[in-house]
């Protein structure tokens, strides 16, 4: 069908006023001036370009440089999403406490019966199940413990947060029954080859969310490394080998490639080289001590989502911009 200039540039007009001024959908529009849904859409295409309409958008809330930095940040990592939150002059449990309230909303859109959700452990990680409301219409989730437990500390005892998450809703948790940390590379596999660990580790290929916390840098000479049960000779050795932090204990460069150390295959958990592939990795943390890690877990592609502090990601990016790091 063939439209004169005149009625083409009317109907362009009235297709405007019924969008944006009475509020109609375009299939109402469509219908409404006899068009089709392909030729209105095109109408309004042309009418954008020729300046008919534009758009300003007011950020009532000051919020504007905190969606810029995301979306720099997104943009940067190929982030599926990511959200801040500002903390300025916020002490280090203020920051925990506050990202960990955002990851809870976050996680509450998501969360749904039948879901399969795979945890790690950390103190932000914690006290983000500690906030989750709870909701018994959501029903037969699967909890799995990606990680052994460290030590007598709630924050690195991945069952303890697994049936946290499941006093909150409804669900079965599948426990890594397994300590953190093997004596010797040789107990360690064996561990990991017993059937019901070997089941967990199997089935943490296909969950529908992965909820990890982000260890921060190791520091020389220091006696402990929060709660990890390493002597100073082991925390050296990570800092040798250019330890920028670690998920579950799996320690990784600030160039996201993973340490060798003797460590290494003494861990029971899973291989966060893994993780590139997992339907979605929510990374939760922030804070002045993990600006390294979390560089170093971007930079290896282990998180999909990132919930931090604005402070944490300007510090971030400032550092993934820097040409020497």
Same mark, same amino acid.
């Given at each position: 069908?063939?439209?004169?200039?005149?009625?083409?540039?009317?109907?362009?007009?009235?297709?405007?006023?019924?969008?944006?001024?009475?509020?109609?959908?375009?299939?109402?529009?469509?219908?409404?001036?006899?068009?089709?849904?392909?030729?209105?859409?095109?109408?309004?295409?042309?009418?954008?370009?020729?300046?008919?309409?534009?758009?300003?958008?007011?950020?009532?809330?000051?919020?504007?440089?905190?969606?810029?930095?995301?979306?720099?940040?997104?943009?940067?990592?190929?982030?599926?999403?990511?959200?801040?939150?500002?903390?300025?002059?916020?002490?280090?449990?203020?920051?925990?406490?506050?990202?960990?309230?955002?990851?809870?909303?976050?996680?509450?859109?998501?969360?749904?019966?039948?879901?399969?959700?795979?945890?790690?452990?950390?103190?932000?990680?914690?006290?983000?199940?500690?906030?989750?409301?709870?909701?018994?219409? +959501?029903? %037969? @989730?699967?909890?799995?413990?990606? !990680?052994? =437990?460290?030590?007598?500390?709630?924050?690195?005892?991945?069952?303890? #947060?697994?049936?946290?998450?499941?006093?909150?809703?409804?669900?079965?948790?599948?426990?890594?029954?397994?300590?953190?940390?093997?004596?010797?590379?040789?107990?360690?596999?064996?561990?990991?080859?017993?059937?019901?660990?070997?089941?967990?580790?199997?089935?943490?290929?296909?969950?529908?969310?992965?909820?990890?916390?982000?260890?921060?840098?190791?520091?020389?000479?220091?006696?402990?490394?929060?709660?990890?049960?390493?002597?100073?000779?082991?925390?050296?050795?990570?800092?040798?080998?250019?330890?920028?932090?670690?998920?579950?204990?799996?320690?990784?460069?600030?160039?996201?490639?993973?340490?060798?150390?003797?460590?290494?295959?003494?861990?029971?958990?899973?291989? +966060?080289? %893994? @993780?590139?592939?997992?339907?979605? !990795?929510? =990374?939760?943390?922030?804070?002045?001590?993990?600006?390294?890690?979390? #560089?170093?877990?971007?930079?290896?592609?282990?998180?999909?989502?990132?919930?931090?502090?604005?402070?944490?990601?300007?510090?971030?990016?400032?550092?993934?911009?820097?040409?020497?790091?």
């Amino acid at each position: 069908m063939s439209i004169s200039q005149e009625h083409r540039y009317y109907l362009k007009l009235k297709a405007l006023y019924y969008l944006y001024e009475e509020g109609h959908t375009q299939t109402e529009i469509a219908k409404r001036l006899n068009i089709s849904r392909v030729t209105l859409g095109r109408l309004l295409d042309e009418a954008k370009e020729e300046g008919m309409i534009k758009f300003e958008i007011i950020d009532v809330r000051g919020a504007m440089k905190t969606l810029q930095l995301e979306e720099r940040l997104r943009r940067r990592f190929g982030l599926q999403d990511i959200k801040l939150v500002d903390c300025p002059n916020a002490d280090s449990d203020s920051v925990t406490k506050k990202i960990a309230s955002e990851a809870a909303a976050y996680f509450e859109q998501l969360v749904h019966s039948n879901m399969k959700i795979g945890l790690t452990w950390g103190r932000t990680l914690n006290s983000m199940i500690e906030s989750l409301a709870p909701d018994k219409s +959501i029903k %037969d @989730l699967m909890v799995y413990t990606l !990680v052994g =437990g460290s030590s007598q500390s709630v924050d690195f005892q991945p069952n303890v #947060l697994a049936q946290h998450i499941i006093d909150k809703y409804g669900g079965r948790a599948n426990i890594l029954t397994a300590p953190f940390m093997c004596q010797s590379e040789k107990l360690c596999a064996a561990i990991k080859q017993e059937p019901t660990i070997a089941s967990i580790l199997d089935a943490s290929h296909n969950l529908d969310a992965t909820l990890v916390g982000i260890g921060e840098e190791p520091v020389r000479d220091a006696d402990h490394l929060s709660d990890y049960p390493f002597d100073t000779a082991m925390i050296n050795e990570l800092v040798d080998a250019r330890a920028a932090g670690d998920i579950c204990g799996n320690f990784f460069t600030i160039d996201g490639q993973l340490c060798e150390t003797t460590l290494k295959n003494r861990i029971v958990s899973i291989d +966060i080289r %893994d @993780l590139p592939n997992h339907k979605q !990795v929510i =990374g939760i943390g922030g804070g002045e001590k993990k600006v390294h890690s979390l #560089l170093g877990a971007l930079n290896g592609h282990y998180l999909h989502v990132l919930i931090t502090d604005v402070q944490t990601a300007e510090k971030v990016l400032a550092l993934a911009e820097s040409p020497v790091q």
